[in-house]
């Protein structure tokens, strides 16, 4: 079965620095999304990214980070000058269809972010 | 802002038993519900997906949705111990150009053997 895969699994990363979180949607999807979880908390929606631009994102998605889809598989977020607050589990998911609406968002198996 | 209710458990449930999980949301333009299973240290795994009001059924498991009431809920028939993890509740609004989930905070179902 078709799956979204990220990489790496683990990233450490000392305070300040930048990373980038590279994910796969599954080939055949439209939409790609970014997630992300704090340890103990809910899964939060980032920003979502359709027909190389973002359809739409959250306060949490400020000038810190950025999207892009360098080329015709990948999908990458950056994350500018890291805090500590932003360690997390970052999921990429992807959906299927012109329309998003009804489609399940399909995850990955998360790049767990580290910053010392 | 758009909240999404769960009772964070965790729920204990016998081998062979059915679980019940349930989600309220506060949108009433809500459209589509997901339900996902996250083991600890995973990812969100997809279960199922309901938008009409109703019942939904999949092999054991069986979603329901009532949306004058901003319910939806899971029954887990014949509980397994595999079936232990956290079941997050998952809402789309039907919003123009919004698509994302928002999640609740998920429910611990324990299944003891």
């Known amino acids: 079965e078709p799956e979204v895969t990220q990489t790496p699994s683990h990233q450490v990363t000392q305070m300040g620095q930048e990373v980038i979180l590279r994910c796969v949607p599954i080939?055949?999807?439209?939409?790609f999304y970014w997630y992300r979880q704090i340890l103990g908390q809910k899964v939060e929606f980032l920003v979502s990214?359709?027909?190389?631009?973002?359809?739409?994102k959250s306060e949490i998605f400020d000038d810190q980070f950025s999207v892009e889809r360098p080329d015709g598989s990948n999908f990458t977020l950056k994350i500018r000058s890291t805090k500590l607050e932003d360690s997390a589990m970052y999921f990429c998911?992807?959906?299927?269809?012109?329309?998003?609406?009804?489609?399940?968002?399909?995850f990955g198996d998360g790049t767990r972010l580290s910053i010392l | 802002q758009k909240e999404v209710e769960q009772n964070s458990g965790p729920l204990s449930v016998p081998e062979g038993a059915i679980a019940s999980l349930n989600c309220t949301y506060s949108?009433?333009?809500?459209?589509?519900f997901f339900w996902y299973r996250q083991y600890s240290g995973k990812s969100p795994e997809l279960i199922m997906f309901?938008?009409?009001?109703g019942d939904k059924e999949d092999g054991r498991f069986t979603a329901q949705l009532n949306k004058a009431s901003q319910y939806v809920s899971l029954l887990i028939r014949d509980s397994q111990p595999s079936d232990s993890a956290t079941y997050l509740c998952?809402?789309?609004?039907?919003?123009?150009?919004?698509?994302?989930?928002?999640f609740g905070k998920g429910t611990k179902l324990s299944v003891i053997p």
């Open positions: 998911a992807s959906s299927e269809a012109r329309t998003a609406y009804n489609q399940p968002q399909h």
């Open positions: 080939s055949n999807h439209l939409y």
């Open positions: 990214f359709y027909n190389n631009e973002i359809s739409e």
């Open positions: 949108d009433r333009g809500s459209q589509s």
């Open positions: 309901i938008y009409s009001n």
């Open positions: 998952a809402v789309q609004y039907s919003g123009a150009g919004s698509y994302q989930l928002t």
